[in-house]
């Protein structure tokens, strides 16, 4: 029997041991179960504002923690040793809700403020990060999220009630750019308004060079988040040759310098970042 996958928008239909597209989630026995629940791939005491938050505790340490696999396809990925990795050859180590916890929980004498699900797309394991972030809201910890924001509306509005903060990444500004990463921008901008109402967010989006890079783009963003809230704060990232996109220029430092004022016409809170 094939069963709906109601996560994203992909509604990956799966067929008995089929996984979807975002290799994360399997139809087993009838059942739509995280294939890589609690399959940790990454974990590291950050600096906050490497998620990266700015407004959210500045000065504090956040442990983040990532998984495999993802829902988007952008060939440009800075992350694609884990977010494109299917798990065939998982390498890390298993961690229950209860240890991740007790481990941010241990690490609060290193200024650490809870947890943050982050490196590949972490709301493919919507039940690991709800189920963490649960816990740790009972033991006082903050739960950060850093995501393509590409997740269906009632998922994310149950989920939100525990998440203290979000970094969203808004790709482009084009139904063209989106659709050759495999998703679509409409879902994205509701993702940032819904988020908006209930938590505090931030905005990032790389920059690159023929893609997402003009004025005209970069102004019609900016001032629809302005739409949304203008102290939402965006920041605005260099792109590095990477994956599929090896052979790409870096972008120029003066594109980055360049769209942070046009960026900043709208919006109150403009970031420059790998400059």
């Not at 924001?149 to 939100?160: A, F, H, R, S, T």
């Not at 659709?179 to 967010?201: P, R, Y």
Request: hydrophobic share 35%.
């Amino acid at each position: 029997m094939k069963i709906i996958c109601e996560i994203c928008p992909h509604h990956c239909k799966l067929s008995e041991g089929q996984i979807g597209i975002c290799k994360g989630r399997i139809n087993l026995n009838g059942l739509m179960v995280e294939k890589n629940y609690g399959k940790v791939t990454a974990i590291a005491l950050d600096p906050i504002e490497k998620k990266p938050l700015y407004h959210f505790y500045p000065g504090t340490n956040i442990l983040s923690v990532g998984s495999y696999g993802c829902n988007l396809k952008c060939p440009f990925c800075q992350n694609h040793e884990i977010s494109m990795d299917n798990g065939e050859k998982f390498y890390g180590q298993d961690l229950s809700p209860k240890q991740l916890v007790d481990e941010a929980v241990q690490l609060k004498g290193q200024n650490n403020i809870g947890i943050a699900y982050t490196y590949n797309e972490p709301l493919i394991a919507y039940e690991f990060v709800k189920d963490c972030s649960t816990l740790a809201k009972e033991k006082g910890l903050k739960n950060v999220v850093v995501t393509n924001g590409y997740i269906c509306k009632d998922p994310l509005v149950e989920l939100l009630p525990n998440i203290d903060a979000l970094n969203i990444d808004l790709k482009g500004f084009t139904n063209e750019f989106y659709k050759n990463i495999n998703g679509d921008l409409e879902t994205v901008k509701n993702t940032i308004q819904i988020a908006n109402n209930h938590c505090h967010i931030e905005v990032t989006t790389l920059i690159i060079p023929g893609e997402n890079d003009s004025v005209e783009e970069m102004e019609k963003l900016s001032s629809w988040l302005a739409s949304v809230n203008p102290e939402i704060p965006f920041h605005i990232s260099r792109f590095f040759p990477n994956w599929e996109m090896n052979d790409a220029n870096a972008t120029p430092v003066k594109t980055i310098y360049n769209l942070v004022e046009v960026a900043k016409k709208n919006l109150k809170y403009v970031y420059k970042g790998n400059c």
